[in-house]
């Protein structure tokens, strides 16, 4: 346990930081996860629109250092080039 008061502050910002950037990975996941149904679904037109919703999700996590540039660069590149390949 935190004896001093700045480590006592650190590990209440911490606490509050981690479920703040927990919900912000979660955000990102769904959004890949409702990417990758409609992809699965075979229907380009719900691909489309959820890859509108997922790549500012991936761009905002990258903005606020939940996900690192380079993933989230890799994700949206595969996730695009699979949209495209629809028939």
Known sequence: ???????????????????????????????????????????????TAALKKAQPALDKSVGKAVVKKRTASRKLSRLNARVKAMA
């Open 1 to 47: 346990m935190a004896q001093h008061k700045s480590a006592e502050k650190r590990a209440r910002q911490t606490k509050k930081r981690t479920a703040v950037n927990r919900a912000r990975r979660t955000k990102v996941r769904t959004a890949v996860k409702s990417l990758e149904a409609a992809i699965a679904s075979g229907d380009k037109a719900a691909a």
